[in-house]
Protein backbone atom coordinates (compact mmCIF):
# COMPACT_ATOMS: atom_id res chain seq x y z
CA UNK A 1 0.00 0.00 0.00
CA UNK A 2 1.69 3.19 -0.91
CA UNK A 3 2.07 5.76 1.71
CA UNK A 4 3.14 9.44 2.09
CA UNK A 5 4.21 10.18 5.31
CA UNK A 6 5.25 14.05 5.38
CA UNK A 7 7.09 16.37 7.89
CA UNK A 8 9.42 19.60 9.22
CA UNK A 9 5.75 22.00 9.31
CA UNK A 10 5.22 23.96 11.93
CA UNK A 11 5.05 27.95 13.38
CA UNK A 12 7.73 30.44 11.73
CA UNK A 13 7.73 34.25 11.56
CA UNK A 14 7.55 36.17 8.48
CA UNK A 15 10.83 36.23 6.61
CA UNK A 16 11.73 32.43 8.07
CA UNK A 17 12.64 29.48 6.43
CA UNK A 18 11.08 25.68 6.62
CA UNK A 19 11.75 22.41 4.74
CA UNK A 20 9.29 19.88 4.16
CA UNK A 21 10.08 16.62 3.42
CA UNK A 22 7.58 14.29 2.26
CA UNK A 23 8.76 9.93 2.25
CA UNK A 24 7.10 7.74 -0.36
CA UNK A 25 7.27 3.86 0.84
CA UNK A 26 4.92 0.91 -0.32
CA UNK A 27 5.95 1.00 -3.68
CA UNK A 28 9.01 -0.23 -6.09
CA UNK A 29 7.29 1.63 -9.26
CA UNK A 30 8.88 4.76 -10.30
CA UNK A 31 7.80 8.34 -9.75
CA UNK A 32 7.50 10.06 -11.99
CA UNK A 33 6.03 13.44 -10.85
CA UNK A 34 6.17 14.45 -7.16
CA UNK A 35 4.55 17.78 -6.30
CA UNK A 36 3.52 19.90 -3.12
CA UNK A 37 -0.13 21.07 -2.95
CA UNK A 38 -1.50 23.57 -0.13
CA UNK A 39 -4.70 24.88 0.69
CA UNK A 40 -5.54 27.48 2.90
CA UNK A 41 -8.15 28.20 4.91
CA UNK A 42 -11.50 28.84 2.82
CA UNK A 43 -9.60 28.65 -0.24
CA UNK A 44 -9.23 25.78 -3.11
CA UNK A 45 -6.07 23.49 -3.03
CA UNK A 46 -3.40 25.03 -5.31
CA UNK A 47 -0.69 23.25 -6.93
CA UNK A 48 2.83 24.81 -5.11
CA UNK A 49 5.57 22.99 -6.69
CA UNK A 50 6.47 19.79 -9.17
CA UNK A 51 9.96 17.94 -10.12
CA UNK A 52 9.76 14.84 -12.41
CA UNK A 53 11.73 12.44 -12.45
CA UNK A 54 14.46 14.09 -15.33
CA UNK A 55 14.95 16.92 -12.61
CA UNK A 56 12.49 19.87 -14.02
CA UNK A 57 10.68 22.06 -12.31
CA UNK A 58 7.62 24.31 -12.43
CA UNK A 59 6.08 26.64 -9.67
CA UNK A 60 3.63 28.39 -8.53
CA UNK A 61 4.08 32.32 -9.39
CA UNK A 62 3.10 33.51 -5.51
CA UNK A 63 6.23 30.88 -4.86
CA UNK A 64 9.30 31.49 -7.85
CA UNK A 65 12.56 32.87 -6.10
CA UNK A 66 11.30 31.74 -2.52
CA UNK A 67 10.96 27.99 -2.38
CA UNK A 68 12.62 25.24 -4.34
CA UNK A 69 11.78 21.75 -4.79
CA UNK A 70 13.99 18.94 -4.90
CA UNK A 71 14.00 14.91 -4.85
CA UNK A 72 16.19 12.18 -3.55
CA UNK A 73 15.25 9.17 -5.99
CA UNK A 74 17.16 6.49 -3.89
CA UNK A 75 14.89 7.64 -1.14
CA UNK A 76 12.07 8.01 -2.52
CA UNK A 77 11.62 11.45 -0.97
CA UNK A 78 10.45 15.45 -2.17
CA UNK A 79 11.57 18.25 -0.48
CA UNK A 80 10.58 21.57 -0.49
CA UNK A 81 12.66 23.96 1.26
CA UNK A 82 10.78 27.60 1.93
CA UNK A 83 12.64 30.54 2.18
CA UNK A 84 11.40 34.92 2.84
CA UNK A 85 8.05 33.21 3.95
CA UNK A 86 4.68 35.34 4.16
CA UNK A 87 1.23 35.57 6.09
CA UNK A 88 0.01 34.40 2.85
CA UNK A 89 1.61 31.18 2.77
CA UNK A 90 0.29 30.05 5.42
CA UNK A 91 -1.51 26.77 5.06
CA UNK A 92 -1.49 23.19 5.03
CA UNK A 93 1.01 21.62 2.95
CA UNK A 94 -0.12 18.33 0.81
CA UNK A 95 2.53 16.00 -0.81
CA UNK A 96 1.42 14.11 -3.76
CA UNK A 97 2.58 11.65 -6.54
CA UNK A 98 1.77 10.13 -9.40
CA UNK A 99 2.16 6.20 -9.66
CA UNK A 100 1.10 4.06 -12.38
CA UNK A 101 -1.66 6.79 -13.34
CA UNK A 102 -3.36 7.14 -9.20
CA UNK A 103 -2.64 9.64 -7.61
CA UNK A 104 -1.68 10.01 -4.04
CA UNK A 105 -1.47 12.54 -1.15
CA UNK A 106 -0.09 12.15 2.18
CA UNK A 107 -2.00 13.78 5.32
CA UNK A 108 -1.01 17.04 5.35
CA UNK A 109 1.41 18.89 7.32
CA UNK A 110 0.34 22.96 8.75
CA UNK A 111 3.04 25.64 8.25
CA UNK A 112 1.83 28.87 10.04
CA UNK A 113 3.80 32.25 9.30
CA UNK A 114 2.85 35.11 11.97
CA UNK A 115 3.59 38.90 11.12
Known amino acids: QVRLVESGGGLVQAGGSLRLSCEVS????????MSWDRQAPGKQRELVAT???????NYADSVKGRFTISRDNAKNTVFLQMNSLKPEDTAVYYC?????????WGQGTQVTVSS
Open 51 to 57: IISGGST
Open 96 to 104: RVVIRAVYY
Open 26 to 33: GTSASINA
